[in-house]
């Protein structure tokens, strides 16, 4: 399943039990719960997403079946070391203030679940992190009535890119046992990826 297909596929179940969250919000949280040295239970999350709501019948399946396959596929993602990990928004062909709106849910859902995980000790990490989460609260208040023009594609897109670079960073630093991360030293561990 491509990552248009799999959007689709939780946004309609979603829709289907009358969620709350959108479907970029319930991954975004997702990625912020993976943020932990412990991994989040997946009927956690899902407990979460749907919090609120008893869903029943064929719905209920839809949803439970939908959120359970985008927690493994967003798990695999993390875990997998050849950088795979996508953000679920809407695909291209959406206007861009759809894509723009997803895209400030992502990153609330982002980051109620580092809130929810508890790995947001602005002493605790390092300076890029924090900066990223800074980042994250203003990218979250995106104008989703942005002109459709080139302009406005190539900022969307750096977006997506740097979002799915500072996940990685973000979770580098909260998730990964300490012995696996680098050294902070008060420089920049490695090459900046978010540039």
């Not at 967003?74 to 894509?99: A, C, H, K, M, Y």
């Not at 902070?184 to 990826?193: E, K, L, T, W, Y």
Request: charge should be negative; aromatic fraction near 6%.
């Amino acid at each position: 399943m491509n990552d248009s297909e799999r959007y689709n596929e939780v946004a309609a179940a979603l829709a289907g039990v009358e969620a709350n969250l959108s479907a970029a919000e319930a991954q975004g949280m997702l990625c912020g719960l993976f943020c932990s040295p412990e991994t989040p239970e997946a009927a956690r999350w899902i407990a979460q997403v749907l919090d609120g709501l008893s869903p029943k019948g064929e719905p209920a399946r839809e949803v439970l079946e939908a959120l359970s396959n985008l927690y493994q596929d967003t798990r695999d993602r993390l875990e997998n070391d050849s950088l795979e990990f996508d953000l679920l928004l809407p695909d291209d062909e959406q206007p861009i203030g759809q894509r723009a709106t997803a895209l400030g849910q992502w990153c609330e859902g982002f980051l109620f679940g580092l809130g929810l995980a508890g790995s947001h000790d602005p002493a605790r990490l390092p300076r890029e992190a924090n900066e990223v989460i800074s980042d994250l609260t203003e990218i979250a208040r995106v104008d989703a009535d942005a002109e459709a023009d080139e302009d406005s594609e190539i900022a969307y897109t750096e977006l997506v890119e740097y979002l799915r670079a500072a996940t990685l960073l973000v979770r580098e630093h909260t998730a990964l046992p300490s012995s696996a991360r680098p050294a902070d030293n008060g420089s920049p561990a490695g090459p900046d990826i978010l540039h």
